[in-house]
């Protein structure tokens, strides 16, 4: 069957335009296994627009060969809101300009949409629980009523398309960063064969990081539900991650392509293709905790120096970066250091040099929980 692509008009924010919501589909819409997977729903993390561009063309082939068993969705632009947001030519796309706050922040609680429905109707039978709880979640979510706002318009568009997929796979970037997945910690090791085929040097588990982002918005209700029907077998049904890829810059052909390649390699050993692939490449990383990440903030605004390039191991107490003052009269005593809070290695850094106050300016993935680190773990 040909790629479908749905259009969708999401809203004519101003007399004379529109916003239109692309979705690329191959394979039979009833058809099982299901994975959806977007791009950019931070819209100026650009990595995904590309990796999505090489997949389009990989599942085009692969649909021309009549490989496609099972369906798969792709929204290759997730976001054409922040898409268009450019303030005297710089991009701002993490958040609505409207005053609707960080685009991956907040999504709604579907479990909450759905549990008094399913009271006295699961069984004791686990397959036909997920079936039955597909079926209701997608029914809710079509009944409900459009939105006026233009960005709960793109929520529910995206759910509408995401929630009764068996994979889920959010497409973003760090700033300056090596590649990553956050997921919860239910889906792992499941989702092992992702992190080794991508190649990811960090996983970052946490059942619920506080921020209601995307991911956990499709993986959570499982969670939830199954806590309110203990008497009903409810498994985590909807495997879903966040795929940092890399930072804001690599934005390049060769990275993209090998990445889409990866992702469609994932894909045949899950069943939604027939092929052939090799042995899975060895793992790079083992997951972790992710309140044993150190989210470090800078102490006052300054210029970062960073001492340690990603990938670099730093002890607990060790320098991480200098901050200098600019207004400082005495250069010398403009100078002070940011510390790492635990034993790690450098994840993530600013590409932005100059930084203010609280500003979150690198991440130190380690090992063991850190005290400080609870409730809101995500930045905004």
């Excluded at 959010?170 to 080794?196: K, M, N, V």
């Excluded at 002890?315 to 940011?338: F, N």
Aim: net charge negative; hydrophobic share 40%; proline share 6%.
């Amino acid at each position: 069957m040909p790629r479908q692509i749905e259009r969708i008009l999401l809203s004519r924010p101003a007399p004379g335009t529109e916003r239109v919501l692309r979705v690329y589909r191959w394979g039979d819409p009833e058809a099982r296994p299901k994975a959806y997977i977007q791009a950019s729903l931070h819209a100026d993390e650009t990595p995904g627009l590309l990796v999505a561009h090489h997949l389009t063309r990989l599942l085009d082939a692969a649909d021309a060969e009549g490989r496609i068993r099972g369906q798969v969705v792709l929204v290759p632009y997730a976001n054409p809101i922040g898409l268009a947001q450019f303030v005297n030519g710089q991009q701002l796309g993490r958040y609505e300009l409207n005053g609707g706050g960080n685009f991956n922040r907040n999504w709604p609680d579907l479990a909450a949409l759905v549990e008094d429905e399913l009271e006295g109707r699961l069984t004791g039978d686990a397959e036909a629980n997920v079936a039955l709880i597909r079926g209701v979640l997608k029914a809710a979510l079509e009944r409900q009523p459009e939105p006026n706002k233009e960005l709960d318009r793109l929520r529910l568009a995206l759910a509408r398309r995401a929630c009764d997929a068996d994979l889920v796979l959010d497409l973003h970037c760090d700033d300056d960063s090596l590649f990553h997945l956050f997921a919860i910690p239910q889906h792992w090791p499941a989702l092992e064969d992702l992190a080794r085929e991508l190649g990811t040097r960090a996983v970052l588990l946490a059942e619920d990081s506080g921020g209601g982002s995307f991911d956990e918005a499709l993986s959570g209700p499982w969670l939830r539900l199954a806590r309110r029907f203990p008497d009903a077998p409810i498994p985590p049904a909807c495997q879903s991650a966040t795929v940092e890829l890399r930072g804001a810059a690599d934005v390049r052909d060769e990275l993209a392509a090998a990445d889409a390649a990866a992702l469609l390699r994932l894909l045949v050993r899950r069943g939604y293709l027939e092929g052939a692939v090799g042995e899975l490449p060895d793992a790079l990383c083992e997951a972790t905790d992710l309140d044993a990440t150190d989210t470090i903030k800078a102490p006052a605004a300054g210029v970062l120096s960073y001492r340690i390039e990603l990938g670099e191991r730093v002890g607990k107490g060790e320098v991480v970066a200098d901050l200098i003052d600019p207004a400082a009269e005495d250069p010398l005593a403009g100078r002070s250091t940011i510390v790492s809070g635990t034993d790690g290695f450098l994840l993530s850094r600013r590409s932005r040099k100059f930084v203010t106050a609280g500003e979150s300016v690198a991440k130190v993935v380690g090992s063991e929980p850190l005290p400080h680190r609870r409730g809101y773990l995500l930045e905004d």
